[in-house]
């Protein structure tokens, strides 16, 4: 008797492996960064990459002003879509200190980003160059 019991409970754990959804899986993940201005004054880490459900990316990171009076930090992203045309989109922080940073894409062939100065209303220079942030297939 001791048997069954033990088998039964076995198959309704291993059962209950296989009937497990499919959304439980987690999604890709990559890391990316750090990216400086050329000063030094600007700067973006704890980058990460997530895949989302519904296609695309999500990709976050965390935006440095080390001044907490007049020139803001920039990171200005360049992506190419798989319609070959290419979307910059570019995020500001002007408080001393950290602010995340979130770009939602859709479905993309690259990501690069470079880190800037600049003031509350564009990038006016000490651009680092354009780095890679993810490419499909590597």
Known sequence: MRSIVIAGFAAAVFAGVLASPA???????WH?????STDGK???????IVTRSGGGLRVTGRLYDNSSVGPCSWVRFRYLKADGKTVVKSYKNCAAGYRKIVLDT???LSIEAKVCRGNSVKI???CSQYEGVW????
């Open 124 to 126: 006016t220079g000490k």
């Open 42 to 48: 600007a700067k973006i880490n704890s980058g990460k």
């Open 135 to 138: 490419a499909q297939g590597g």
């Open 23 to 29: 959304s439980a899986t987690t999604a890709d993940t």
């Open 106 to 108: 859709p479905l993309v």
């Open 32 to 36: 990316w960064g750090p990216v400086a």
